[in-house]
């Protein structure tokens, strides 16, 4: 095969027998029997960067026997750094695209990560940072519609994006600065505004667990105590059934969110606390920790959390009433932090993903599909639910954008998976 980028370098390729299946090192893998396949491995713009690292953008390419002729880029997780196995599992079901007879690449962004899924170490490296903020996907895709190309004797039909949290930034991402790469657009509880999220799941509400944890004997905050197993069975069936059944059913799921009006401090004991009630101070830090942090002149700085059926959940995925250790580590200690200073260093243009003209990709044909997990612990749902709204009135109105795009909330789904409701759909 003869390539247009003198950059490309591809490092394997082999026919993978029908009936074998693909560990995925970040989560479940799809233990179901595969369709035979073709699978190319390569690099683009091997280099050496900052401190003598090897970086290059590695990808992983599936086409299987029987192509249904198209293609589908999955998303990447975390910091990326890892090629995972080209599956297309993300809002696929039981069946993974390339079960469907997708072509299916998967991409590291360019660089390759040295301490799990949320090492972000290669950002000293300007162009590793460039390569995972927005360019290597559009990289990886033009390179995969060339191979898939000269494989099949005819390119693709349509080309798909399908991604979840860093995945379902990178959607966004392509969506308006590669508007015409990809026919259609699926992205799902997209980390799309990580320094103030990190804000509000990192510090605002940990903190406000903090002042009201019982203290060890050095005064530090013990936050897994703040709030108890019996306070959080409390919580939920007060919540559930205030909210289950605004959609007209009684199913364990609050299916229409914007309706449930649960306040915490319903709960409040009216004489002495007991278990039938909650603590004035503990109802008080819950309703702050879900509102979302504010500056002191009372400006939302990040939205706040919705009341759902997930949001009680325990570790290893900690729901938002289960404080404690969290993705980045140990709890932080404080007691308060400058909401006004942290916010200014939490926005971060070249990854953030806001712009909302999106006239070329919908101009061209181009669908695009939202959705986000309603108990979500680390990126509100209503921070995508108010860019889609915001995105709807800058392309001529909700009438109009709802022929070409569409946001899902998804009942008791925590952060891409898992939860005690609906996670796994279609």
């Not at 396949?37 to 029987?66: Q, S």
């Not at 406000?208 to 203290?215: E, G, S, V």
């Not at 932090?337 to 044909?365: C, W």
């Not at 181009?366 to 749902?381: A, E, L, N, R």
């Amino acid at each position: 095969m003869k390539f247009k980028s003198p950059r490309l370098e591809i490092t394997k390729a082999a026919p993978i027998a029908a009936g074998t299946t693909e560990p995925n090192p970040y989560g479940q893998g799809h233990s179901a029997p595969l369709p035979a396949y073709c699978r190319v491995e390569g690099v683009i713009n091997r280099r050496t960067g900052v401190g003598g690292e090897d970086f290059g953008i590695n990808f992983a390419l599936a086409m299987p026997d029987k192509w249904n002729a198209d293609l589908l880029m999955q998303g990447g997780g975390g910091g990326n750094g890892v090629v995972l196995p080209p599956l297309g599992l993300v809002a696929a079901g039981d069946a993974p695209g390339l079960m469907r007879g997708f072509a299916v690449v998967s991409t590291d962004t360019g660089h390759k990560s040295h301490g799990g899924a949320f090492d972000f170490g290669f950002m000293k490296d300007e162009q590793a940072y460039l390569d995972f903020a927005y360019m290597a996907n559009a990289e990886v895709a033009a390179v995969a519609k060339e191979i898939v190309a000269q494989h099949y004797g005819k390119s693709a039909d349509h080309s798909y994006f399908a991604g979840c949290s860093t995945g379902g930034r990178e959607g966004m991402i392509l969506s308006r600065r590669y508007p015409t790469v990809f026919d259609g657009i699926i992205s799902g509880d997209p980390a799309m505004r990580t320094g103030l999220s990190n804000l509000a799941i990192g510090r605002w509400i940990p903190i406000a667990f903090n002042q009201i944890a019982p203290k060890d004997a050095n005064g530090k905050p013990l936050i897994e105590q703040s709030i108890t197993d019996n306070d959080r069975k409390l919580i939920m069936d007060a919540l559930m059934k205030r909210c289950d059944a605004k959609d007209g059913v009684t199913d364990g799921m609050i299916s229409d969110p914007l309706a449930c009006d649960f306040d915490p401090e319903m709960l409040v004991c009216k004489g002495a606390t007991s278990d039938s009630c909650l603590a004035a101070e503990k109802a008080a830090a819950i309703k702050k920790a879900l509102a979302g942090p504010h500056t002191s002149g009372g400006t939302q700085v990040y939205p706040g959390f919705l009341y759902d059926a997930g949001i009680a959940s325990g570790p290893p995925f900690r729901g938002l009433l289960s404080p404690g250790p969290g993705i980045f580590g140990p709890a932080p200690t404080e007691l308060t932090f400058d909401v006004d200073k942290e916010a200014l260093a939490g926005i971060q243009p070249l990854v953030d993903s806001m712009s909302t003209n999106l006239t070329t990709f919908s101009g061209h044909g181009g669908k695009m599909i939202f959705y986000h997990g309603d108990s979500d612990p680390w990126f509100s749902p209503l921070d995508t639910f108010t860019y889609y709204k915001e995105m709807a009135a800058a392309n001529g109105g909700l009438e109009t954008v709802a022929k070409w795009s569409q946001f899902y909330f998804v009942p008791g789904m925590n952060h891409c998976a898992g939860g005690p409701a609906l996670h796994q759909f279609d």
